[in-house]
């Protein structure tokens, strides 16, 4: 059983089209990411939930807007898709007060817009 | 907010010899240090971690050293096998250890035959 589970795994869609990617845990967690990584490889962390509740909220376009309607779900929205949004998404999460707990990613989502 | 450099950008050893990853960090309150690895096509998973009360860290062909004075943190892979290919990522954060890691830039390590 996948502990962090996204989908789609891969997403092609035009400029200006709105897609979202869907994130789930069964590890029971308390918080969740979503993470960007980059055609060079950088990993940069875009929102972290606890709870329900944002954390953490990078200098991200507000084309860009996450939801979490339980502590075992994030999902990410996106607006008017634009060519530089193209990278893998990476959803992950822990556990907040235990700072034994690693980060559990997902296997990402390889979103190409065209 | 936190910067980690990371080197080097490529490595290529011969297997069965040393590979050493080297990171920096900027923010002198940092104390959380995991290293990932990700593996083609595949997501990053955790290899190793130190805290900034210890200063070394081994586990079976791994080690970690923290340098907390020099503000800089290593990775040491020996007896590398072709499994060990992979990017590695360090990183670093403060307070609750994954509320915000910074990541490094990755260090592409390609074991040679």
């Known amino acids: 059983d996948t502990a962090v589970s996204q989908t789609p795994k891969y997403l092609v869609t035009q400029m200006g089209n709105d897609k979202s990617i869907k994130c789930e845990q069964n590890l029971g967690h308390d918080t969740m990411y979503w993470y960007k990584q980059d055609s060079k490889k950088f990993l940069k962390i875009m929102f972290s939930?606890?709870?329900?509740?944002?954390?953490i909220n990078e200098t991200v376009p507000n084309r860009f807007s996450p939801k979490s309607p339980d502590k075992a779900h994030l999902n990410l929205h996106i607006n008017s898709l634009e060519l530089g949004d193209s990278a893998v998404y990476f959803c992950?999460?822990?556990?907040?007060?235990?700072?034994?707990?690693?980060?559990?990613f997902g296997n990402g989502t390889r979103l190409t817009v065209t | 907010g936190e910067n980690v450099e990371q080197h080097p950008s490529t490595l290529s050893v011969q297997e069965g010899d040393s590979a050493v990853i080297k990171c920096t960090y900027s923010?002198?309150?940092?104390?959380?240090f995991p290293w990932y690895k990700q593996e083609l096509g595949k997501r990053p998973q955790l290899i190793i971690d130190?805290?900034?009360?210890?200063g070394e860290k081994k586990d079976q062909r791994i080690a970690v050293t923290l340098n907390k004075t020099a503000k800089h943190f290593s990775l040491h892979i020996t007896e590398t096998q072709p499994e060990d290919s992979a990017v590695y990522f360090c990183?670093?954060?403060?307070?609750?250890?994954?509320?915000?890691?910074?990541f490094g830039t990755g260090t592409r390590l390609t074991i040679i035959p």
């Open positions: 130190i805290r900034s009360n210890v």
């Open positions: 990183a670093a954060s403060r307070g609750f250890g994954n509320e915000k890691l910074t």
């Open positions: 992950a999460s822990s556990t907040r007060t235990d700072p034994n707990s690693p980060l559990h």
């Open positions: 923010d002198s309150a940092s104390n959380y």
């Open positions: 939930y606890n709870n329900k509740e944002l954390i």
